[in-house]
């Protein structure tokens, strides 16, 4: 019995260790170095997706885990845009997103409302 309970305080300190900052976390862009004039959605806004959304809005993950709310392509992000943005920015009337996390950098939201504000081009 005490060899199970060092085990299992064992394997729970050393889960308990395992955190991941993002890079984004752990060095944010410096104040004016966002540069929102020409957003792309494939430079700019599918890696935003990519690091903060596919993980629950994936086209496999969204009717389990994602509310069926698909972000994997073009299409969908831009039939989504508006909720997305207010979504992130985490507005009254939307479900605030990353669920469970912290917000996402102001240069990443800035991004997203740029590309939207810009016509929401499949560039």
């Known amino acids: 019995m005490k060899k199970f309970i060092f085990i299992f305080f064992v ?18 862009t ?3 170095s966002c540069d929102t004039t020409s957003v ?5 806004i599918s890696p935003i997706l990519g ?21 994997e392509d073009y ?4 039939s989504h845009a508006d909720a ?4 992130v920015k985490h507005e009254a009337a939307y479900s605030p997103m990353p669920k469970g996390g912290g917000n996402l950098i102001e240069c990443d ?3 997203l409302e740029a590309w939207i504000n810009q016509g929401k081009l499949d560039n």
């Open 84 to 87: 997305v943005l207010g979504s």
């Open 51 to 71: 690091n903060y959304c596919l993980g629950c809005h994936s086209n496999t993950a969204a009717p389990t885990s994602g509310n069926n709310i698909k972000l």
């Open 30 to 32: 410096l104040p004016g």
């Open 75 to 78: 299409a969908d992000v831009a």
């Open 109 to 111: 939201i800035n991004k």
């Open 11 to 28: 394997t729970g300190a050393i889960l308990s260790g395992c955190y991941y900052d993002s890079e984004e976390a752990l060095w944010p």
């Open 40 to 44: 792309s959605f494939a430079t700019d």
